[in-house]
């Protein structure tokens, strides 16, 4: 299944948002900053992570509901969806 780039601009840019927090975790830790600070900055990362995963498979679903030639069956997309939890 292909997925529509249009309805993903908010999910590219959630990600490339999560690449740079991602820079700054590792940064913290080879300047050796605070723990919690690292780790605050390291589950938001995890989040924003999360939630682009659950906008692709929430785009993915939708478009196999509608489009008469699914690739995809109910199955693999609870498959993809519980690979995220």
Not at 2 to 14: A, C, F
Not at 22 to 40: F, P, S
Not at 61 to 75: F, I, R, V
């Amino acid at each position: 299944m292909q997925l529509d780039t249009s309805e993903l601009t908010p999910v590219i840019n959630r990600l490339k948002r999560a690449q740079g927090q991602l820079v700054a975790v590792t940064r913290m830790l080879e300047e050796g900053k605070d723990c919690k600070d690292v780790i605050t900055q390291l589950a938001a990362v995890s989040k924003a992570l999360d939630r682009a995963g659950f906008a692709i498979i929430a785009t993915g679903l939708e478009q196999c509901l509608t489009s008469e030639d699914a690739t995809m069956d109910k199955k693999e997309l609870e498959k993809l969806f519980l690979s995220l939890a």
